[in-house]
Nanobody, 117 residues
């Protein structure tokens, strides 16, 4: 069982920055793809950014050039650096881990990001 704990959300003005952290239980990064998703009120959960076990990264078009996903296996931590934030980035952000072996999904509890205009 993988446990993911997010932190770093908050209230920020448009144009500001936040860095989200996700700490995983155990050393899982070699066997798991990691990602950040978000869900705004009344909308479906959507992929924001993902980082494969080998390090390849992918981003939603809406955040390319503004957000950066990274990880540190020694710290069992994945980060999402969010710059130039916009009001439409307001959502609950969730950390996700997908097992490369079983394709099982694990989710964190979510952290709220609110961007004021």
């Amino acid at each position: 069982q993988v446990q993911l704990v997010e932190s770093g959300g908050g209230l920020v003005q448009a144009g500001g920055s936040l860095r989200l952290s996700c700490v995983a239980s155990g050393s899982i990064f070699s066997l798991y793809h990691m990602g950040w998703y978000r869900q705004a009120p009344g909308k479906q959960r959507e992929l924001v950014a993902q980082i494969a076990s080998g390090g390849r990264t992918d981003y939603a078009d809406s955040v390319k050039g503004r957000f950066t996903i990274s990880k540190d296996g020694a710290k069992n931590t994945v980060w999402l650096q969010m710059n130039s934030l916009k009001p439409e980035d307001t959502a609950v952000y969730y950390c996700n881990a997908v097992s490369m072996l079983s394709m099982t999904n694990y989710w964190g509890q979510g952290t709220q990001v609110t961007v004021s205009s």
